[in-house]
T-cell receptor, first 118, second 107 residues
Framework: EVQLVESGGGLVQPGGSLRLSCEVS????????MHWVRQAPGKGLVWVSR????????GYADSVKGRFTMSRDNAKNMVYLQMNSLRVEDTAIYYC???????????WGQGTLITVSS | DIQMTQSPSSLSASVGDRVTIACQAS??????VNWYQQKPGKAPKLLIH???RLQSGVPPRFSGSGSGTDFTLTISGLQREDFATYFC?????????FGQGTKVEIK
């Protein structure tokens, strides 16, 4: 069974940092691209970042470029999102997502809530 | 950037109804459209990819169609468990833009 389990969410002040983790199981992790997608409370879905299967290439939405860094550890079946210089508008549920192919998101974690507030 | 516009933003329907949700892209994107279902407090679930390809395990009452800029998700014979919010998404470029969602409510 494919499973993606996020952790690391919580309350952080504007300007602060947080690191999200996603532990995956049930599939050959090193073969798949992975993404983070976020959803502000009561709002729609927004793609945040992606990483290729060996971790050599990443991509980011303009809204987080230069502040967020996505990485992975294929030996540990883990994906990470380092979030720096957090803003109030980064408040959202962050989902770890598997890429079936070409940005088709076939498996999602349960999400972890980040609240940026003073 | 590619914008994805869904209509309607919400609808009321009864069990057994045929429901159609539209999604329009701001430019031609071939068949690079996917559809997701999201229930309250849950993660989205992939229903359809490549505009019309049913994801494994998804009931056949769900179907998708369209190409170019105009796409449709159809639920033939709405079931109680189908009341949810539905999102389209383009996978034509690396921004993976989503539509704003269509909430399907019980009439």
């Amino acid at each position: 069974e494919v499973q993606l389990v996020e952790s690391g969410g919580g309350l952080v002040q504007p300007g602060g940092s947080l690191r999200l983790s996603c532990e995956v199981s049930g599939f050959t992790f090193r073969s798949y691209w992975m993404h983070w997608v976020r959803q502000a409370p009561g709002k729609g879905l927004v793609w945040v970042s992606r990483i290729n299967s060996d971790g050599s290439r990443t991509g980011y939405a303009d809204s987080v470029k230069g502040r967020f860094t996505m990485s992975r550890d294929n030996a540990k079946n883990m994906v990470y999102l380092q979030m720096n210089s957090l803003r109030v508008e980064d408040t959202a549920i962050y989902y770890c997502v598997r890429d079936l192919e070409r940005y088709i998101f076939d498996y999602w974690g349960q999400g972890t809530l980040i609240t940026v507030s003073s | 950037d590619i914008q994805m516009t869904q209509s309607p933003s919400s609808l009321s329907a009864s069990v057994g109804d045929r429901v159609t949700i539209a999604c329009q892209a701001s430019q031609i994107i071939s068949t690079f459209v996917n559809w997701y279902q999201q229930k309250p407090g849950k993660a989205p679930k992939l229903l359809i990819h490549g505009a019309s390809r049913l994801q494994s395990g998804v009931p056949p009452r769900f179907s998708g169609s369209g190409s170019g800029t105009d796409f449709t998700l159809t639920i033939s014979g709405l079931q109680r468990e189908d009341f949810a919010t539905y999102f389209c998404q383009q996978s034509y470029n690396t921004l993976g833009t989503f539509g704003q969602g269509t909430k399907v409510e019980i009439k």
